[in-house]
C-alpha cells in the first residue's frame, strides 16, 4: 500500500452484505486514495442478492470471502478508521482496533433480513445498495477536506 492511502475497515454483523458493499465502492470510487477491508462481527456467508445488485452496477463481488474482525484484528493491520454499518447495537459489539482510527457508526438496513419474493428482496437491497453508495461518495468529499485526519 501506498503510504498516502488511508485504510478503512468496514463492519457489520457477517461480513456478508453491508460491510462488503461498503468496501467495494470506497476501492471502486476512490481506490487511489483508499484501501478498504471489510469483516464481520461472526462469520458468515456472502449474500447472494447484493452479488446481483453490484454486478447490476458494474462491480463484481462474487468472489469476495467473508472475513471476521478476530481475523483483522491478529493481521494487525492499523486503519485510518473503522466504520460500522450496521445498527447501533450491533456496532457495541466491534472491538477496539489499535492506533488511532476514527471510529464512525452509520447505520443500514440489512439485506439479510429482508423478507419478501426474490425480486422484492432484491429491490430493497438495491434501495440498500444505493443508500451506501451515496454514503461513501458523501464520505469521499468529507475526508478531503483540510484536517480530516488530523486528531
Same mark, same amino acid.
Given at each position: 500500500?501506498?503510504?498516502?492511502? %488511508? !485504510?478503512?475497515?468496514?463492519? *457489520?454483523? %457477517?461480513?456478508?452484505? !453491508?460491510? +462488503? ?6 476501492? %471502486? ?23 446481483? /445488485?453490484? +454486478? ?9 470471502? $467473508? ?6 484484528? !491478529? ?5 485510518? /478508521?473503522?466504520? $460500522? ?8 459489539? *466491534?472491538?477496539? @482496533? ?28 438495491? +434501495?440498500? !445498495? ?8 458523501? @464520505?469521499? +468529499? ?10
Amino acid at each position: 500500500m501506498a503510504e498516502n492511502k %488511508h !485504510r478503512i475497515l468496514f463492519v *457489520c454483523i %457477517h461480513n456478508s452484505a !453491508r460491510s +462488503q458493499m461498503a468496501e467495494a465502492f470506497l476501492n %471502486h470510487l476512490a481506490g487511489g486514495d483508499f484501501e478498504a477491508e471489510s469483516a464481520g462481527l461472526e462469520p458468515g456467508k456472502l449474500n447472494p442478492m447484493v452479488v446481483e /445488485a453490484m +454486478q447490476e452496477v458494474g462491480i463484481d463481488i462474487s468472489a469476495n470471502k $467473508t472475513k471476521t474482525v478476530d481475523d483483522m484484528l !491478529r493481521k494487525g493491520t492499523l486503519y485510518s /478508521a473503522v466504520i $460500522t454499518v450496521c445498527d447501533a447495537a450491533s456496532a457495541e459489539a *466491534c472491538p477496539v @482496533f489499535p492506533g488511532k482510527a476514527k471510529k464512525i457508526g452509520w447505520s443500514f438496513s440489512d439485506p439479510s433480513a429482508l423478507t419478501g419474493s426474490k425480486e422484492e428482496i432484491l429491490e430493497k437491497t438495491r +434501495q440498500v !445498495r444505493d443508500e451506501i453508495e451515496e454514503k461513501i461518495k458523501a @464520505f469521499i +468529499q468529507e475526508v478531503s477536506a483540510p484536517g480530516y485526519w488530523i486528531k
